[in-house]
């Protein structure tokens, strides 16, 4: 009779840790959706400026590389099924992961897991999380140049369109991400 009650209490257990980790996984898909909003059109790149890249490598930093790549994927598959996560002003749905900004929007589950990845191997820290950022980065904009010089059929194009206009904002981005990133990690880990 005992183990039976001790059974059912550590699978009712086990359940509500499942649903929170589902609910802050859902939270920070969300969080991701509404840093796209925000959406700085500039008339010479199809490139917007937005706060999605905080956003994304924010979650990889908060939620380590497994829930991190869990919401971005949720986040696509959102946005692919017509729900208006992206930022405004692109295609829409499905649409979009094929538009301009398809290999920067393909590439953010495997850019949160990459910084989660990084930040949990060591001692966490600024550094730590600016580096993990950066390396993220670098990731998510070689899948968008490459995407990119796909969809202009022109490496100079893709370059011009996808890089030289964004560098200034995406280090204000990786440093807002990292300095904001310790504190949300230790507000969001799960109970070991």
Known sequence: MARAATAT?????RSQEWAKQA???????LFVALCAQPSVRLPFTPVPLTLQNFAVLLVGLTLGWRRGFA???LYLAEGASGLPVFAP????????LFGPTGGYLMAYPFVAAL????????????IRAAVAGLAA????????LT?????????????????YWLVFAEVIKILMAAAAGDRGRKWLSPKA
């Open 23 to 29: 609910a802050i996984v859902v939270g920070a898909s």
């Open 71 to 73: 919401a971005l994927l």
């Open 137 to 144: 980065e670098i990731v998510l904009f070689a899948s968008g």
């Open 147 to 163: 995407w990119l010089a796909l969809y202009t059929h022109s490496v100079s194009l893709a370059l011009k369109f996808g890089l």
């Open 115 to 126: 910084a989660g990845w990084i930040y949990e191997r060591g001692s966490r820290s600024f």
């Open 89 to 96: 002003g692109g295609l829409g749905g499905a649409a979009q």
């Open 9 to 13: 209490l550590e699978a009712h257990s």
